[in-house]
């Protein structure tokens, strides 16, 4: 039997990350409800989607990796919340060669842990809903942006825990 060999991770990575997490759960504690007004330039990008919730998008978000400004909050609905949605997580985007598996060369977070992943032909509408069902021209034609693909992406559950794990591409406890 052949069995895939998981990368290794070495105590001084998972702590790094783990220092990591903490400073990125600091530096989004102020987002914990999405209000009326987006926070910090960010839009609500695609419907709410079970096992992810929204996405809520900066403005110019680049894939510049700073673990204190991720360029994606994630939240859940909660009517018990201010404005109804309640921070679970955010997602940090990344431009850099991959391996390959598609897993990147030298990433800040490591890959036996994070679950990097990319998202083909998505078109986001003036209305800022998003599909992958519209073909490029269909996309355009609607005054759609499309993208044929979106940079390296994972997510971190850093307020809501996973499941599936704190970088797994969705969360199963979030409904």
Known sequence: MRTRRTPA???AQLQRTSEQLTA??????KYQH???DEPDGCRAIGPYVPDVGVHYVRSGASARFSITEPPILLYERDS?????LRLVGVSYLLVVPTDS??????PPLPNALAGWHKHNNVCVL???????QLTE?????QGGRFTAETSLMVHAWIWKDSPAGV???INPAIK
């Open 24 to 29: 990125a759960r600091a530096a989004t504690s």
């Open 167 to 169: 970088f797994s591409f």
């Open 34 to 36: 999405a209000h009326r």
């Open 101 to 106: 598996t598609g897993r990147p060369q030298s």
């Open 80 to 84: 018990t919340a201010p404005g109804g």
């Open 137 to 141: 021209q269909q996309c355009r034609g």
């Open 9 to 11: 991770i070495t105590y």
């Open 126 to 132: 003036p209305d800022n809903s998003a599909t992958v």
